[in-house]
């Protein structure tokens, strides 16, 4: 079975940076055609894509967000790990990780984490 | 970027009727297209990925179709469990991925 798990604080300063962990289970992100994304969603309001990384060590990035994050893999915890640096109010979302396969669904996310909520404010 | 709009933002259909959910992209996404149910509280659900081919266990009842830059969702017989939120997500300018606004489903 496979699953995803995001940790990180539930609550963030303006100006600080949040790191958020993604901890998975049921597969291998150092299989060939793996790939772990985090995906996020401000209450009420629609997803959005922030980051990819994938079995080879690539790593993506929104191209507005992109100055702000970085994403790294320890393939050897099964973890995914995301910063978003310079929090504002606006960064108040659920941050979800998801896996894309590879399979033939690639490109789509087939299972995601339960979310976990951030809120920036001092 | 490619914006992906969807159509109605809000849609009120009967149990029982069929819905048909709308997603139109800003330029053509080939069949790179995926369709999500989000119900309150839970994560994303993927339903349909490359356009028209249900994901494991997703049932019969909910198809998809369309390519390029038109493309649809439809519901057949509406289940009181199916009225959600529905995303549709384009992977064709990967990875630079995008979402539409979403589509909510309620009851009429």
């Known amino acids: 079975q496979v699953t995803l798990r995001e940790s990180g604080p539930a609550l963030v300063k303006p100006t600080q940076t949040l790191t958020l962990t993604c901890t998975f289970s049921g597969f291998s992100l150092s299989t060939s055609g793996m790939c772990v994304s985090w995906v996020r969603q401000p209450p009420g309001k629609a997803l959005e894509w922030l980051a990819l990384?994938?079995?080879?060590?690539?790593?993506y990035y929104s191209t507005s967000l992109k100055t702000r994050l970085t994403i790294s893999k320890d393939t050897s915890k099964n973890q995914v790990v995301l910063t978003m640096t310079n929090m504002d109010p606006v960064d108040t979302a659920t941050y979800y990780c998801?896996?894309?396969?590879?399979?033939?669904?690639?490109?789509?996310?087939?299972?995601w984490g339960q979310g976990t909520m951030v809120t920036v404010s001092s | 970027e490619i914006v992906m709009t969807q159509s109605p933002a809000t849609l009120s259909v009967s149990p029982g009727e069929r819905a048909t959910l709308s997603c139109r992209a800003s330029?053509?996404?080939?069949?790179?297209l995926a369709w999500y149910q989000q119900k309150p509280g839970q994560a994303p659900r993927l339903l349909i990925y490359g356009a028209s081919t249900r994901a494991t266990g997703i049932p019969a009842r909910f198809s998809g179709s369309g390519s390029g830059t038109e493309f649809t969702l439809t519901i057949s017989s509406l289940q009181s469990e199916d009225f959600a939120v529905y995303y549709c997500q384009q992977y064709n300018n990967w990875p630079q991925i995008t979402f539409g606004q979403g589509t909510r489903l309620e009851i009429k």
């Open positions: 990384i994938d079995w080879d060590d690539d790593k």
């Open positions: 330029q053509s996404v080939s069949s790179n």
């Open positions: 998801a896996r894309i396969s590879n399979s033939g669904s690639y490109g789509a996310f087939d299972i």
